[in-house]
Each structure stands twice: as C-alpha cells, then as structure tokens.
T-cell receptor, first 112, second 113 residues
C-alpha cells in the first residue's frame, strides 16, 4: 500500500472550513483514498473514500488532485465535535478483509 | 441495532494470566478485525478474519490468537499476558461491498501488570 504523509496537527476556528491535506505520491492506479477519524478514546469512524473523482457525503468532501498524488479532506463548517485525529489511508479494494494501515494522522483542534 | 460490542470495557490483569477479549457484531459482516492502539504508534492490525472459519495474521500477531466459529463473534485471546500487551484493543467489522468501510467497537482498555 502506498505511504501517506499528513501534518501532525492543525487548528481551525469553529464555523470555518477545515482543510486537511494528505500526500500519497506513490499511489497506484487501483488504490483508493480513505479517511477515518478518531475522537478521543473512541473507536475510529469512517468518513469518506474516493478513487479519482471528488466525493461528497453528509460528513465531508474529498478532493483528489488530477495526478492523484495528494488529496484534501474538507469539513465545510467545523464544529467543536469535529476535534479528533484524522487518518488518511491508501488501500486497494480487494475481495475480502480490508487490512487498513493507520499512520499517525493529523490531530485537528477546532477552537471556539 | 448495537453494531459492534466489546467486553470488557477495561481490565487489569496479572502477567502470565490468560485473557479473552470478546467482540460481537450484529451487522452480518463477513470480515472482522482486531487492532491495538498504543500511544505514539497509532492503530496496528493484530488478526483478521475474512469469513467464519478463516483467520489471518496482521501486523503484530505474536502473543495473540483468534477464532471465528460464526459470523457474529471474533474473540481475541492472550494465552499468557505480558506487560507489553498493555494497550487499547479495538474490534472492527466490514462487509465485502466496494468501499468496505470498517465499523469499530468502543474498545477495551487492558493493563497487564
């Protein structure tokens, strides 16, 4: 699986958009970009995933560059409850168990 | 719908003792996983199971065993606990659909003294 690089921490004001970057320069053509987050002491929570097109759901938007070497997770109107560690994971979708490799992630702090 | 439940919530265990962490899901997911999370190391996969009756080793399987007798349950056993197994343990499950997002349980905090 391709390696990902994320900033260790970020701050964002409540109500503003939080933009979390992720570099995955060695991504392969069949690998998807997944985002999970982990709120303090809870289990990780799936946010969104994509291959090459931008994706949006009720939680966030995922913008993937045309060359697929980087992506940005956007929380459009961050709230205090969005304070968490955000993990960017690159993984090929195969039949069977998806063995995710979690890195260190980005610790996002939403400030009032 | 409970999703994934884990038991116990926390446990303090003497080194050398045997311990089984329980995990049950009610989503009829094919795949299940066990991760451990240690400060500064993120989540690491211990064992996984594609479907009932099959298991596989993850990144850090030594000292742990699993079984998958049915779809819903995936217990993790520490045959003889050591202090380095002090950690927070998360169970997860996923189906085989495209995307296959993993759903995580609330975790078990285990301390081995």
């Amino acid at each position: 699986d391709a390696k990902t690089t994320q900033p260790p921490s970020m701050d964002c004001a409540e109500g503003r958009a939080a933009n979390l970057p992720c570099n995955h320069s060695t991504i392969s053509g069949n690998e998807y970009v997944y985002w999970y987050r982990q709120i303090h002491s809870q289990g990780p929570q799936y946010i969104i995933h994509g291959l090459k097109n931008n994706e949006t759901n009720e939680m966030a938007s995922l913008i993937i560059t045309e060359d697929r070497k980087s992506s940005t997770l956007i929380l459009p109107h961050a709230t205090l409850r969005d304070t968490a560690v955000y993990y960017c994971i690159v993984r090929a979708i195969i039949q069977g168990a998806q063995k995710l490799v979690f890195g260190q992630g980005t610790r996002l702090t939403i400030n009032p | 719908i409970a999703g994934i439940t884990q038991a116990p919530t926390s446990q303090i265990l003497a080194a050398g003792r045997r311990m089984t962490l329980r995990c049950t899901q009610d989503m009829r997911h094919n795949a299940m996983y066990w991760y451990r999370q240690d400060l500064g190391l993120g989540l690491r996969l211990i064992h996984y199971s594609n479907t009932a009756g099959t298991t596989g080793k993850g990144e850090v399987p030594d000292g742990y065993s699993v079984s998958r007798a049915n779809t819903d349950d995936f217990p993790l056993t520490l045959a003889s606990a050591v202090p380095s197994q002090t950690s927070v343990y998360f169970c997860a499950s996923s189906d085989f659909s495209v995307g296959g997002e993993q759903f995580f349980g609330p975790g078990t905090r285990l301390t081995v003294l």
